[in-house]
């Protein structure tokens, strides 16, 4: 059996149709279950066109794509410098806004590989901890409190059309060393 041979590569102006490959083949299967077809839909227009990812750069967000040897299986974007208010931080954190792995590929490490990989930009940073919301229907909250994240809050975010995104916000602080 072979080792997988995971590597991260951040996006490029000629990377944005790819990304938006794995954004449409992973999303809407992550989420069948959990949303509606309608909110599928909406989200993907509203937070997933090519349009929006690269809007998304502006605000801080930074894409990355994963590759198992020379095929991309999943895609990660972190926020650097994040704040909230909530989690009574005592620094900023990194915000893991997007983390996902194409359904054939989990279980073989992917996710932890790009979860490493957050945690490393993070400490690079000089960030306290790490971030992230999940969708409370989403089987990924066990991946997280298995890696160690603790569920810190819930909350509800309204996206317009009638539609809320209910979320855990998991925290995962950085121990002084």
Known sequence: MSQKQFSIKEVQK??????????????PATFKDILSEAQISYM???MYSITSLKKQTG???VFYLLYDSEVAVGYLAIIPHYSDERLNAEATLTKVDKIYV?????GAGAGRFLMDFAFAEAKKAGDG???LNVNRGNNAVSFYEYYGFKNSYSADFDIGNGYLMEDYIMYYPFKNS
């Open 102 to 106: 194409l359904p054939k590929t989990q």
């Open 129 to 131: 901890g790490v971030m």
């Open 59 to 61: 605000t801080g967000s």
């Open 44 to 46: 993907m227009e509203m």
């Open 14 to 27: 000629e990377d944005w149709s790819l990304l938006k490959q794995l954004v449409d083949e992973v999303w």
